[in-house]
């Protein structure tokens, strides 16, 4: 049997299509790419934008074309919140809502064992409602080193409660939930075993680890425990949040979470917009000032701190005021890289209801307005590295270089010569200038 897998969206999804996938195999499947012939297309879908549904649309009729006898499935975040609509589709045999991701491979084994499947027949819809999702779902471990790259993710959270105005995800996860601690620690020790020497803190929002009734420990002390863990092998490894939202954390947090010893200095922060009327519509519960109080806190522990973030450009009621607001937090931030996305009203949100839309040209000249001024931040940022040593986590070679990342996130070309080690080492480097998307940097003889 072969199977197919196409994934839209966060980290959280790629990492549970992962497990997904784990799944298959063990059942004794053959993975192949998801343009192949396959017997069953899995579809892991995301709707954190009106183009996400639309992908995922595209994928499952796409799917069906390459082969018209295959079992499709489609689980996540978009059939979550509109079952109802994706059932409708004549494509689409099995529906799988979040929070039975781990049942997906024996629905399919079952599905494909029912005598006949009739052409045009309602799909199977096994979708819990929101308020059933309390318990963190077990995906299992990651088989560790599968992929053989040298960073790897693990999901530590699920769901969220801050119901930001624009944004459908609270109701397509659900409530917070964390995974146990002692499963994380596991899982760390497994990938690092295996080669993997950055492992990155994933979750719906991270922030939120521990934070709901009972739950057995923070995010600070699940980052103590891996402070603890004794690499196996000797092989030491760092540990990289994927965000950090400042709806949840404040700058006292975030002094508490920083001083781990294995944590990068890094930390995506996003910060949405920069105008503190625009925060409120939002429901973003910080202020400018509140945000940047995080800022300098991080500056303040290390002045090279790498800070990435998302902001949307155009949200209902935004004034030309608004925006120069925005343009003037991503220089004062001093971003190390800035993702830009134009509003887009998702139908159920607070924000859908809100007057005073902005015109989609306006959208537009402001998005690119914003992406060249936070691109010529970004250059800055690179270019105040220039000259300081830093460790980086060999990746890979690419044109002629061998490539990594520094601990506060700059993408790092090497000279591949025999002074610089193998994928899979750390390296200190010296940078020299900027370079393609990031610096070129000689290896610390």
């Not at 779902?137 to 105005?165: H, L, N, P, V, W």
């Not at 200095?265 to 995080?294: F, P």
């Not at 003037?328 to 890289?337: H, R």
């Not at 250059?379 to 830093?390: M, N, V």
């Amino acid at each position: 049997m072969k199977v197919a897998f196409h994934t839209l969206g966060c980290k959280v999804n790629h990492y549970e299509t992962e497990a997904i996938k784990e799944a298959f195999v063990s059942r004794g499947a053959e993975i192949v790419d998801e343009e192949d012939f396959a017997d069953v297309y899995i579809i892991n879908t995301c709707t954190v934008t009106n183009i996400a549904d639309r992908k995922s649309r595209q994928f499952i009729r796409r799917a069906k074309r390459v082969n018209p006898d295959a079992l499709v499935a489609v689980t996540g975040c978009y059939v979550q919140v509109a079952a109802d609509e994706v059932a409708e589709m004549p494509e689409v045999d099995l529906i799988v809502g979040n929070g039975r991701k781990s049942e997906i491979c024996g629905l399919v084994m079952q599905k494909l064992q029912e005598a006949e499947r009739v052409d045009g027949a309602h799909a199977d819809v096994l979708v819990l409602p929101r308020e059933e999702l309390t318990f963190y779902e077990d995906m299992g471990r990651i088989e560790a080193g599968s992929d053989g790259m040298t960073r790897a993710y693990i999901k530590i959270q699920d769901g969220c409660d801050r119901f930001c105005s624009y944004c459908l995800i609270p109701y397509a996860r659900g409530p917070v939930r964390s995974r146990a601690a002692e499963d994380i620690v596991e899982e760390v020790r497994a990938l690092v075993e295996a080669g993997h020497m950055e492992i990155i803190l994933t979750g719906i929002n991270t922030a939120l680890y521990g934070t709901e009734p009972g739950a057995e420990c923070s995010l600070s002390q699940l980052l103590t425990m891996l402070d603890e863990l004794e690499a196996p092998g000797g092989r030491d490894f760092r540990i990289r949040l994927s965000s950090l939202e400042p709806t949840v954390v404040d700058k006292d947090n975030v002094e508490e979470i920083i001083r781990h010893r294995r944590l990068c200095h890094h930390l995506h922060l996003s910060v949405q917009n920069g105008s503190d009327a625009v925060l409120k519509s939002m429901n973003r519960h910080y202020t400018r000032a509140e945000y940047l109080e995080i800022v300098r806190a991080l500056r303040d522990y290390d002045p090279d701190f790498g800070i990435t973030t998302d902001i949307i450009v155009g949200f209902p009621g935004e004034t030309e005021e608004d925006f120069r607001d925005t343009l003037d937090i991503v220089k004062e931030a001093f971003f190390g890289k800035t993702h830009v996305f134009r509003y887009s009203p998702r139908r159920g949100t607070a924000g859908a209801r809100l007057k005073g839309a902005v015109p989609e040209e306006v959208k537009k000249e402001r998005a690119g307005i914003l992406e060249e001024a936070a691109e010529k931040v970004a250059r800055d940022f690179r270019f105040s590295i220039i000259g300081k040593e830093q460790t980086v986590l060999i990746e890979e070679e690419e044109d002629g270089c061998m490539t990594g990342y520094t601990g506060n996130y700059i993408k790092t070309y090497i000279k591949a010569d025999g002074e610089v080690p193998e994928p899979g080492r750390f390296c200190k480097v010296i940078p020299t200038d900027l370079f393609r998307d990031g610096v070129i940097a000689s290896p610390v003889i």
